[in-house]
T-cell receptor, first 116, second 117 residues
Framework: AQSVAQPEDQVNVAEGNPLTVKCTYSVSGNPYLFWYVQYPNRGLQFLLKYITGDNLVKGSYGFEAEFNKSQTSFHLKKPSALVSDSALYFCAVRDIWVAGNTPLVFGKGTRLSVIA | EAQVTQNPRYLITVTGKKLTVTCSQNMNHEYMSWYRQDPGLGLRQIYYSMNVEVTDKGDVPEGYKVSRKEKRNFPLILESPSPNQTSLYFC????????????????FGPGTRLTVL
């Protein structure tokens, strides 16, 4: 079965500092990996995804994530955090090789708080 | 504007009173899905649909029904709501196609906050 773990419920970072939101996954085959962000009272917005190719994926709003197959991780990063980045972040995975339709499995979310 | 819309955005109801939450997308997507979001549990899939008249259960389907009679619409039906269905509900859609469009980005609606008393 596929699963996603976001080990930190809350991440606090000072504005201007680099930020990392951690994600590890488990699939039987190879993964498709996604990051979404949820602002208060809003739906989820797509940030970036890894399908294949370059392990470093660049996405919206200056975010990037690195796919690490040996560590089964897909951590979200940004070189310089903004107060407006404060939100709830979700990592999600889909197994490429499972037969039939497979749902997008989400982690429990990590709340990022950027302090001015 | 490409979007997924949900109605209502907020709903307070009582146990046992049937309700429907509508979902509509204007992107001609084949794949649509319903999720519920609960604190500490992330998003869990309720039902999904790979195309018109093709629906299937997700991880937490008990107490819910869906239908897909038109490509753009995917309503979520609670025949007899109970307090444990109090949650934030999201509809999502993606392009779909071969293998259920596993690499596709899902686009989410704004959410429906349901309270069952």
């Amino acid at each position: 079965a596929q699963s996603v773990a976001q080990p930190e419920d809350q991440v606090n970072v000072a504005e201007g500092n680099p930020l990392t939101v951690k994600c590890t996954y488990s699939v039987s085959g190879n993964p498709y990996l996604f990051w979404y962000v949820q602002y208060p009272n809003r739906g989820l917005q797509f940030l970036l995804k890894y399908i294949t190719g370059d392990n470093l994926v660049k996405g919206s709003y200056g975010f990037e994530a690195e796919f690490n197959k040996s560590q089964t991780s897909f951590h979200l990063k940004k070189p310089s955090a903004l107060v407006s980045d404060s939100a709830l972040y979700f990592c999600a995975v889909r197994d490429i090789w499972v037969a039939g339709n497979t749902p997008l499995v989400f982690g429990k979310g990590t709340r990022l708080s950027v302090i001015a | 504007e490409a979007q997924v819309t949900q109605n209502p955005r907020y709903l307070i109801t009582v146990t046992g009173k049937k309700l429907t939450v509508t979902c509509s997308q204007n992107m001609n997507h084949e794949y649509m899905s319903w999720y519920r979001q609960d604190p500490g549990l992330g998003l869990r899939q309720i039902y999904y649909s790979m195309n018109v008249e093709v629906t299937d259960k997700g991880d937490v389907p008990e107490g819910y029904k869906v239908s897909r009679k038109e490509k753009r619409n995917f309503p979520l039906i609670l025949e007899s709501p109970s307090p444990n269905q109090t949650s934030l509900y999201f509809c999502a859609s993606s392009l779909g196609g071969a293998l259920g469009g596993r690499a596709d980005t899902q686009y989410f609606g704004p959410g429906t906050r349901l309270t069952v008393l």
